[in-house]
């Protein structure tokens, strides 16, 4: 089994800054890509920012120059800088892992518990 454990959201004022971390751990031979959702009640899981395993990223059009997703491989560990941000950044954030168990195994998607961002205007 795979655990992911995020941190760093909080209640931050427009213009501020937010650092999320996501830690995976448990039974991980690797893991492929990771990313960092969001949610706001009544609506859809989206997609904010993606990793590969080599670093390429991918950005949601209202996170692009905002945000930046990083991973360090060695801690299994994939964070979110989040910077000018704006009230309409106010979500749950969930990370996302595709973890391979074992060697030749199968990917498995995980996601962790979530992380309440709040931004006031």
């Known amino acids: 089994q795979v655990q992911l454990v995020e941190s760093g959201g909080g209640l931050v004022q427009a213009g501020g800054s937010l650092r999320l971390s996501c830690a995976a751990s448990?039974?991980?031979?690797?893991?492929?890509?990771m990313a960092w959702y969001r949610q706001t009640p009544g609506e859809q899981r989206e997609l904010v920012a993606g990793?590969?395993?080599?670093?390429?990223?991918n950005y949601a059009d209202s996170a692009k120059g905002r945000f930046t997703i990083s991973r360090d491989n060695a801690k299994n560990t994939v964070y979110l800088q989040m910077n000018s941000l704006k009230p309409e950044d106010t979500a749950v954030y969930y990370c996302?892992?595709?973890?391979?168990?074992?060697?030749?195994?199968?990917?498995?998607?995980?996601w962790g518990q979530g992380t309440q961002v709040t931004v006031s205007s």
């Open positions: 990793i590969t395993s080599g670093g390429s990223t």
């Open positions: 996302q892992a595709n973890v391979v168990p074992t060697s030749g195994a199968s990917t498995f998607r995980y």
């Open positions: 448990g039974r991980i031979f690797s893991i492929n890509n």
